[in-house]
């Protein structure tokens, strides 16, 4: 408890002294319960702990709280907003200090699949008539058979929206976006590259790395040898930290 209390302060201490300028100002009426700031923090350490943002709110905030108090539509619109200006300066931050240090940046890309619904439900006559096929995607692997002691080629199928991460070595996330899962990962990046002025940045100052799917994008570098396979493997492991999040942020 000590512990979860020590980190949401230090959290709330970063997000406050990033966003000073940000934090809007209640001129009449009485004071929300819960600030933006706060539950900005409270979504980042979600992240981190993989816990309720409405259990963190009742155990660090007041045991009284309400879900209409964190989750209100404006309110999480605006929470979304301060978290992405977050994201960006501390990015900023990060990058300057490297190149300062001296020290080599290398980003990865990917993408994952989140479902939007549960494949039985979405094949109702109801989801199926307002979304048509463009939640659909097939996702095609091989998978280690030992029953045929070789590798068997296995279709997924899934229903909900493509997430593209653009992260470091260390797990820092520098971009992220969102396509319908009918989207193949070389579009999206196509996409992002052309609409995105940060994104553009990204890939054309530093090395951006990618997986076999990505040949044929001139400023994505493809892991060929071991080093930069073992560095790749660190975004599949931000790919399943967001899967838990998006399951148990409420």
């Not at 963190?56 to 905030?61: G, H, P, T």
């Not at 109801?126 to 045929?148: C, E, L, P, Q």
């Not at 992260?167 to 009918?182: E, P």
Request: charged share 25%; with cysteine.
């Amino acid at each position: 408890m000590k512990c979860l209390n020590s980190l949401y302060q230090q959290v709330l201490l970063s997000i406050s002294v990033v966003l000073s300028d940000c934090e809007k100002q209640v001129k009449v009426g009485r004071p929300p319960k819960v600030s933006d700031l706060q539950i900005a923090c409270l979504y980042v350490l979600s992240y981190i702990t993989n816990t309720p943002v409405f259990n963190l709110a009742k155990i660090l905030i007041d045991p009284s709280i309400q879900s209409y108090h964190l989750f209100r539509k404006y309110r999480t619109a605006r929470v979304y907003k301060l978290l992405e200006l977050y994201r960006r300066k501390m990015n900023l931050i990060i990058l300057i200090l490297s190149i300062l240090l001296g020290k080599e940046i290398k980003l990865i890309v990917d993408g994952t699949i989140l479902r939007v619904a549960n494949i039985y439900r979405a094949q109702t006559r109801k989801i199926k008539r307002v979304a048509g096929k463009k939640f659909w995607a097939k996702r095609k692997r091989n998978i280690y058979s030992w029953d045929y002691q070789s590798n068997v080629r296995f279709e997924e199928v899934h229903y909900g929206l493509l997430v593209m991460v653009v992260c470091d070595r260390n797990g820092i996330v520098y971009d992220m976006w969102v396509h319908l899962a009918s989207y193949h990962e070389v579009k999206s990046v196509r996409i992002r590259y052309q609409r995105s002025l940060w994104f553009r940045a990204l890939a054309d100052s530093f090395c951006l790395m990618g997986d076999r799917g990505y040949k044929g994008l001139e400023y994505v570098h493809v892991c060929e040898d071991k080093p930069d396979k073992s560095v790749r493997q660190v975004i599949e492991a931000v790919n399943s930290q967001i899967k838990v999040f998006n399951r148990v942020s409420r």
